[in-house]
């Protein structure tokens, strides 16, 4: 008996279940931020030319549907600023320095290849789904649920076999024989994971098939024909050049957190090694990233967490001569709003980084170099060389990843929170159960303070920012 093939069969009665898994929903699909109308990387241009029609106009002369008076551009503003192409100050959007890059880009003449290597790089940083670094946590999220499911090996020889063959124009009823489109497609499915990956050679090709002859001959009667067909027009909800994209991303991904940062021009030259395989003009791209390092070096830095500086005590000498770009009040003492400051540029995490070493000295001496946490778990402190009292750790309460989340900077007091190493540590590691304790406690504690600086922040947007799923 081919449990395979019978499970597929029986779940292919049951109406919700199809509908979750063909469905153009974005929980159903690998990656979110694609959206519903051509879901290639290289589409989310697409969204980035619609929202610039509302650039610089206030929210209020936006246009409406007719039928819903809803904001025709709504759906734009989310990822828009969580890929860093826009900001917004006082209700009106414009572009950041990175936005106006990536309008030179989309002018630049690249074959496919190209187009996509330099869009994977712009969205590298983006923060879809309130998730840092959205496009590599969320494929190591998919893989690593592919291969609790099936194994390492199984997963890896999926993507190798149709990356190879992905010039070869795979229609749809050969797409049934490559084993990533039922990866692709029931990812979410772990009892069809474990089911495809045990099952015999005999009893896969049986169900792939199937399958296949449906592709074919157009009969929508199982999930995968109602994905990818539909009764008016050639296909569905999805393609294979689309499925395609998945796998180019997650594969990609994949590679791409093996390298490690060391020198902009030396990191580039890595990644564009990744893609030795596609038809790219290595010196040409080379040279847009180059002459565009302003933005692009800030996009790897914040990919490699390389200036993550918040378990520092003492200052270094970069610090201190960066204090000399800034031009905001160091040693204010009142919450009150602030001007964002463009993290997309070299300079603006220069003034960000001048910022936080002065300021956090200030948030130390104001906390009387105690734990914020110290009423709730008792710390214990040891006294720090530098400053001769209680070592102290400052710590961005609203992450400084998602800066662009607010229209005011979160670069300010009412944000920096003063840690002990142990709670320091716990605010990051801990289980989610001890974390949603502590998160919720700041919370409390700073909320009016977060406020009165105009950054509007709800619990529930924490959690998603701290990656807590659930706080139960």
Not at 233 to 243: A, F
Not at 426 to 447: C, F, G, P, S, W
Request: net charge negative; aromatic share 14%; glycine share 2%.
């Amino acid at each position: 008996m081919n449990m395979l093939f019978n499970y597929y069969l029986d779940k292919n009665s049951i109406d919700s279940w199809v509908k979750d898994f063909s469905s153009a929903a974005q929980k159903v699909i690998m990656y979110s931020f694609k959206g519903t109308n051509g879901r290639l990387l290289t589409n989310f241009y697409n969204k980035y030319k619609k929202f610039k029609e509302v650039e610089g106009i206030p929210r209020n002369k936006w246009p409406v549907s007719s039928k819903t008076s809803q904001e025709l551009h709504k759906q734009y503003t989310a990822p828009m600023k969580a890929s860093r192409l826009f900001y917004e100050e006082n209700g009106i959007f414009r572009q950041t320095a990175k936005g106006k890059v990536y309008e030179k880009f989309l002018s630049e003449e690249l074959n496919e290849d190209e187009r996509w290597l330099l869009s994977y790089i712009f969205l590298l940083d983006a923060t879809f789904d309130n998730k840092d670094n959205y496009i590599l946590s969320r494929s190591n999220e998919i893989y690593e649920i592919l291969v609790s499911n099936t194994s390492e090996s199984f997963v890896d020889s999926a993507l190798s076999e149709l990356f190879t063959n992905k010039n070869l124009g795979i229609s749809d009823k050969d797409i049934a024989f490559y084993d990533f489109l039922y990866l692709d497609t029931f990812y979410r499915d772990p009892d069809f994971l474990k089911l495809y990956y045990n099952a015999s050679e005999k009893d896969k090709k049986e169900l792939q098939k199937y399958v296949s002859e449906n592709l074919e001959e157009k009969n929508r009667n199982c999930v995968i024909c109602k994905k990818f067909i539909s009764p008016s027009r050639s296909s569905g909800n999805y393609t294979v050049n689309e499925l395609i994209d998945d796998l180019k991303i997650l594969m990609f991904s994949k590679e791409f957190k093996k390298l490690k940062y060391n020198d902009f021009e030396g990191t580039i030259k890595a990644i564009l090694k990744l893609y030795d395989n596609y038809d790219i003009d290595n010196e040409k791209i080379l040279g847009f990233l180059i002459d565009n390092k302003n933005i692009f070096e800030p996009i790897l830095m914040n990919v490699f967490k390389v200036e993550d500086i918040d378990d520092s005590e003492e200052d270094t000498e970069e610090e201190k001569y960066d204090s000399q770009v800034i031009n905001v009040d160091i040693n204010y003492s009142g919450d009150k709003p602030e001007p964002r400051i463009d993290d997309t540029t070299i300079v603006g995490k220069q003034q960000l980084r001048a910022i936080f070493a002065m300021r956090k000295k200030i948030a130390r001496e104001k906390s009387n170099y105690t734990c914020e946490l110290e009423m709730l778990n008792g710390c214990r402190y040891f006294t720090s060389k530098t400053t001769k009292h209680n070592y102290i750790e400052v710590h961005h309460f609203v992450p400084r990843e998602f800066r662009n989340n607010f229209e005011n900077s979160i670069d300010v007091l009412a944000n920096y929170i003063t840690l002990c190493p142990h709670c320091h540590r716990m605010i990051h590691l801990a289980t989610d159960r001890e974390r949603v304790n502590i998160i919720r406690y700041i919370y409390n504690q700073r909320k009016n303070r977060l406020k009165n600086c105009g950054i509007e922040v709800e619990f529930a947007d924490l959690l998603n920012f701290y990656n807590i799923e659930d706080e139960s």
